[in-house]
């Protein structure tokens, strides 16, 4: 004891160390002093004794990193970090192993080096450990896979991945492709395993999240020149049923297949033929029904427009009483007891017809909003090049490419704005006549 207070700690260490010899002693030695003299010694010596007394160098350490380690009843309690110790163990892989297996174990929050070394170690393989035997390669590798599935794990997820592709870990890789939602690289993994069922069954639990799963699914069996008939087939019935891609597209990504005839798309085809069929007859019976709407509104607004529009109501169309001075006449052909409009949202609307034109006036306005996306419709087309018809189809609805023309009340107020519609007739324009003598009004 008199040794350390003569030469000091470092000089001590030395000559027990590297002069006698004497681990053992040294390691007591360590064991007496406080929390940051040990460590600084553990640090500088850790390598040999660990190469001499493993496991009592082990238990050391773990007490040092734990915050177990207190020699005064004045000492704070501190902790080491494992990370720093990792290298002393260069030569020692299976005490280090139990060294981050405790760490983990009593500090869940370890730093990910830790996690990553002790993921590392797991999937090791050397010619020289015997892991093959009683089953250890295998238990290695479900402790390796439970620490991956481990919520409280910090580990680095690419680095990780890294090391489980570099060792093949196959349940690895596919855990931490789902982890990092990666679903792309799942459905790539198994298309380079050849693995078809497997491929299947990744659409299915991953093509809610990425629809474009079935289409990669699709190219991919078109490429194979072997029988792939009812895998096709079944990639087939989902893309119809998620109206994923269209017929022409499908067509074109089978042609590739020597082996794919007629008969596997002939269903799929006739189905999509017929309800585009069916969706042309719909869409001509609404352009004939816009198209007679159109003339007919054109016929009442010219006639507006060079002829009296004679009022001869005989009943309130609020009240249902018959209609008395004074009276309120709107273009629409609605008449309302004056004090019957009083008691309306507004007395320059028609109660009934308001609805229906504030409906048309908020369209308008949405459709005003439209003319500054001419940069979204050419980032929308640009990403989605496989179907660019239906994307000019709905911004040519939307009304970026055409102006209307809205007349309002005030003389010679004219605005121009965007729309895809036809206006109903005089949808804010309202006439009020005065008290006067006389059945009939005109104008």
């Known amino acids: 004891t008199a040794l350390p207070i003569c030469f000091g700690d470092y000089r001590y260490m030395r000559i027990e160390i590297e002069d006698v010899g004497n681990y053992e002693r040294a390691l007591n030695y360590i064991a007496r002093l406080e929390f940051t003299?040990?460590?600084?010694?553990?640090?500088?010596?850790?390598?040999?004794?660990?190469?001499?007394?493993?496991?009592?160098?082990?238990?050391?350490?773990?007490?040092?990193?734990?915050?177990?380690?207190k020699r005064f009843p004045t000492e704070?309690?501190?902790?080491?970090?494992?990370?720093?110790?990792?290298?002393?163990?260069?030569?020692?892989?299976?005490q280090l192993l139990e060294f981050l297996e405790h760490m983990v174990k009593a500090e869940p929050?370890?730093?990910?080096?830790?996690?990553?070394?002790?993921?590392?170690?797991?999937?090791?393989?050397?010619?020289?450990?015997?892991?093959?035997?009683?089953?250890?390669?295998?238990?290695?590798?479900?402790?390796?896979?439970?620490?991956?599935?481990?919520?409280?794990?910090?580990?680095?997820?690419d680095q990780a991945l890294i090391l489980a592709q570099m060792h093949d870990f196959r349940a690895g890789i596919l855990h931490l492709y789902e982890k990092a939602r990666l679903y792309r690289q799942i459905l790539q993994y198994y298309m380079d395993q050849n693995e078809y069922d497997h491929v299947i069954e990744t659409c299915n639990d991953h093509g809610k999240k990425e629809p474009n799963l079935w289409i990669l699914a699709l190219s991919y069996f078109a490429r194979k020149e072997e029988d792939?008939?009812?895998?096709?087939?079944?990639?087939?019935?989902?893309?119809?049923?998620?109206?994923?891609?269209?017929?022409?597209?499908?067509?074109?990504?089978?042609?590739?297949?020597?082996?794919?005839?007629?008969?596997?798309?002939?269903?799929?085809?006739?189905?999509?033929?017929?309800?585009?069929?069916?969706?042309?007859?719909?869409?001509?019976?609404?352009?004939?029904?816009?198209?007679?709407?159109?003339e007919r509104m054109k016929r009442e607004i010219e006639q507006l427009k060079t002829s009296a529009k004679v009022f001869q109501p005989t009943k309130c169309h609020s009240c249902t009483n018959p209609?008395?001075?004074?009276?309120?006449?709107?273009?629409?052909?609605?008449?309302?007891?004056?004090?019957?409009?009083?008691?309306?949202?507004?007395?320059?609307?028609?109660?009934?017809?308001?609805?229906?034109?504030?409906?048309?006036?908020?369209?308008?306005?949405?459709?005003?909003?439209?003319?500054?996306?001419?940069?979204?419709?050419?980032?929308?087309l640009e990403r989605k090049k496989t179907d660019a018809f239906s994307v000019?189809?709905?911004?040519?609805?939307?009304?970026?490419?055409?102006?209307?023309?809205?007349?309002?009340?005030?003389?010679?107020?004219?605005?121009?704005?965007?729309?895809?519609?036809?206006?109903?007739k005089n949808i804010v324009l309202t006439t009020r006549t005065g008290r006067g003598a006389g059945g009939d009004t005109h104008f």
Not at 42 to 69: D, F, I, M, S
């Open 37 to 69: 003299e040990a460590e600084n010694n553990l640090k500088k010596y850790g390598k040999a004794l660990v190469n001499e007394l493993p496991v009592a160098t082990t238990n050391l350490l773990k007490q040092l990193c734990t915050g177990a380690w």
């Open 76 to 94: 704070r309690v501190l902790k080491a970090k494992p990370e720093e110790f990792v290298h002393i163990y260069v030569q020692q892989k299976s």
């Open 109 to 157: 929050d370890s730093s990910s080096l830790v996690y990553n070394t002790l993921l590392e170690l797991y999937l090791h393989r050397e010619k020289t450990e015997k892991l093959e035997v009683a089953g250890e390669r295998e238990r290695r590798a479900e402790r390796a896979l439970e620490l991956l599935k481990s919520p409280n794990a910090t580990f680095n997820i």
């Open 228 to 294: 792939c008939k009812d895998y096709i087939a079944g990639v087939l019935a989902h893309i119809e049923k998620k109206a994923l891609m269209p017929p022409l597209m499908v067509v074109q990504t089978l042609a590739h297949n020597s082996t794919c005839t007629l008969a596997v798309v002939k269903d799929f085809i006739t189905r999509k033929l017929k309800e585009e069929s069916e969706q042309i007859a719909k869409d001509q019976d609404l352009i004939k029904k816009y198209r007679e709407d159109t």
């Open 323 to 380: 209609i008395d001075l004074p009276a309120v006449h709107f273009l629409c052909g609605h008449s309302y007891h004056q004090a019957c409009l009083e008691v309306a949202e507004s007395e320059t609307e028609c109660p009934l017809c308001v609805e229906k034109n504030r409906e048309v006036l908020d369209l308008i306005r949405a459709q005003e909003q439209t003319t500054g996306l001419h940069e979204d419709f050419h980032t929308e």
């Open 392 to 424: 000019v189809a709905d911004y040519f609805g939307r009304g970026v490419f055409n102006k209307v023309t809205l007349l309002t009340d005030a003389p010679g107020a004219v605005r121009q704005l965007p729309a895809a519609v036809d206006l109903p």
